[in-house]
C-alpha cells in the first residue's frame, strides 16, 4: 500500500510540473508572436489561427511528455 502512495504521489508531482511546464511554454509562444493569440482567436474568429495554435499545444505537449517520460 505505501509503495502505491508513493507512485500516485510521483505521478501527481509529474502531472504538475508538466502543466506548469506546458503553461510557460504556451505563455512564451504567446510573447513571441505578434498580438495577442487569444483576441485574434475570439474576438476575430481567427480559425486559421486557432488551428496553428492547437498544433502548436500538441507539439509542445509531446515534448514535455517525452522529457518527463
Do not use: C, Q
Not at 510521483?10 to 505578434?34: C, K, N
Amino acid at each position: 500500500m505505501e509503495e502505491l502512495l508513493n507512485h500516485l504521489g510521483a505521478a501527481a508531482v509529474y502531472a504538475v510540473l508538466g502543466i506548469v511546464l506546458f503553461v510557460v511554454a504556451f505563455m512564451l509562444m504567446d510573447r513571441l508572436t505578434p498580438g495577442s493569440l487569444w483576441k485574434e482567436i475570439i474576438d476575430e474568429h481567427n480559425t486559421a489561427l486557432a488551428i496553428v495554435v492547437g498544433s502548436m499545444s500538441i507539439g509542445i505537449s509531446i515534448v514535455i511528455a517525452a522529457a518527463i517520460w
